[in-house]
């Protein structure tokens, strides 16, 4: 009975990603790979999708708006979350989700966290651990709870870290500090609950690599993140490629409307309606004038439209 009972509280800590291995990833690289089995292409060691640089170069110039229906339309209706702080106004962040997960301090579960990350070479506050394990295009995804007085998950040393190891920003549903230190970090963005002078206190890491929730939405490891104004959208990764080549069309579809609302040449009723063959046959005409608008391959945008309904 005692047998049991002991198999079973080990089996619920390690789902809470409490007693997992070395490598700092607190579910097993199957479970991750299960979890993200939609996903078809190149993965990370550690199990994580790895989303191209090209699609990560892409979907900087989509909008939220775009994603946001094109996911909507596929059944995917949390993965947004807005109401953000920035650190900076004009810099987008984008990359492949690298997710770390944070509870209130819970003194016996910390110790054995910070034990068993020590004996494997960890060093510090757990905050810090996530950080090496970034890599150039990936976007260090917290969920601190959304505390925010010593809910500070970094200042402007760790924001500096995370900078040169990922080229990237962070979204946090908690605060950070040293906000004037973080401003100097040319390049780098945060998207943050609030700013607050104070240093961390009773929060621990409590899973690395996890699927996690960000306000209203979910995030998976190896996620497309995409943070702007408006908000955050999390792109599961097997979308990734559909979603941006889509919001790129709408995109295209969108300029050429407006040129042709301007210069009278179809009505609003015209434009907002399904698409007449003389509208088809307008719009096509006006991308072989305008190629520098199209910011995908010709041959994937004209395989694309066959598909598509207008």
Same mark, same amino acid.
């Given at each position: 009975?005692?047998?049991?009972?002991?198999?079973?509280?080990?089996?619920?800590?390690?789902?809470?990603?409490?007693?997992?291995?070395?490598?700092?990833?607190?579910?097993?690289?199957?479970?991750?790979?299960?979890?993200?089995?939609e996903w078809k292409g190149e993965r990370f060691p550690d199990g994580r999708p790895k989303v191209s640089d090209e699609l990560i170069k892409r979907v900087r110039n989509i909008t939220i708006e775009e994603a946001w229906v094109v996911l909507q339309n596929e059944g995917?209706?949390?993965?947004?979350?807005?109401?953000?702080?920035?650190?900076?106004?004009?810099?987008?962040? #984008?990359?492949?989700?690298?997710?770390?997960? !944070?509870?209130? @301090?819970?003194? %016996?579960? +910390?110790? =054995?966290? &910070?034990?068993? *990350?020590?004996?494997?070479?960890?060093?510090?506050?757990?905050?810090s651990w996530p950080i090496e394990q970034l890599s150039k295009g990936d976007v260090y995804v917290a969920d601190g709870f959304g505390k925010i007085a010593?809910?500070?998950?970094?200042?402007?040393?760790?924001?500096?870290?995370?900078? #040169?190891?990922?080229?990237?920003?962070?979204? !946090?549903?908690? @605060?950070?500090? %040293?906000? +004037?230190? =973080?401003? &100097?970090?040319? *390049?780098?963005?945060?998207?943050?609950?609030?700013?607050?002078?104070?240093?961390?206190?009773?929060?621990?890491?409590?899973?690395?690599?996890?699927?996690?929730?960000?306000?209203?939405?979910?995030?998976?490891?190896?996620?497309?993140?995409?943070?702007?104004?408006?908000?955050?959208?999390?792109?599961?990764?097997?979308?990734?490629?559909?979603?941006?080549?889509?919001?790129?069309?709408?995109? =295209?579809?969108?300029?050429?409307?407006?040129?042709?609302?301007?210069?009278?040449?179809?009505?609003?009723?015209?434009?907002?309606?399904?698409?007449?063959?003389?509208?088809?046959?307008?719009?096509?005409?006006?991308?072989?004038?305008?190629?520098?608008?199209?910011?995908?391959?010709?041959?994937?945008?004209?395989?694309?439209?066959?598909?598509?309904?207008?």
């Open positions: 009975m005692k047998l049991k009972f002991l198999n079973t509280l080990v089996a619920a800590i390690s789902m809470l990603g409490i007693l997992h291995s070395a490598n700092a990833q607190t579910i097993p690289k199957e479970e991750l790979i299960f979890l993200t089995s995917y209706n949390c993965q947004f979350d807005g109401n953000w702080k920035l650190l900076k106004d004009d810099i987008v962040v #984008a990359g492949r989700a690298l997710t770390a997960q !944070f509870m209130p @301090s819970r003194p %016996d579960v +910390e110790k =054995l966290v &910070k034990d068993r *990350g020590n004996k494997n070479g960890r060093a510090g506050n757990t905050n010593s809910g500070t998950l970094i200042g402007d040393n760790l924001g500096t870290s995370i900078f #040169a190891k990922s080229g990237n920003g962070v979204v !946090f549903d908690a @605060s950070v500090r %040293d906000l +004037e230190g =973080l401003s &100097k970090i040319e *390049g780098f963005n945060a998207f943050v609950r609030d700013f607050d002078p104070s240093f961390l206190k009773d929060v621990f890491l409590s899973g690395l690599n996890v699927p996690i929730r960000i306000g209203r939405a979910i995030v998976l490891p190896g996620d497309l993140v995409l943070a702007k104004k408006e908000g955050v959208i999390f792109i599961p990764a097997h979308m990734a490629e559909s979603v941006i080549l889509t919001a790129e069309f709408l995109t =295209l579809r969108d300029k050429f409307a407006i040129q042709m609302l301007k210069e009278g040449k179809f009505s609003p009723g015209q434009i907002d309606n399904q698409w007449t063959d003389e509208l088809k046959e307008g719009f096509l005409k006006w991308l072989d004038k305008n190629p520098g608008e199209i910011p995908m391959k010709r041959a994937e945008l004209d395989e694309y439209m066959k598909k598509r309904t207008w």
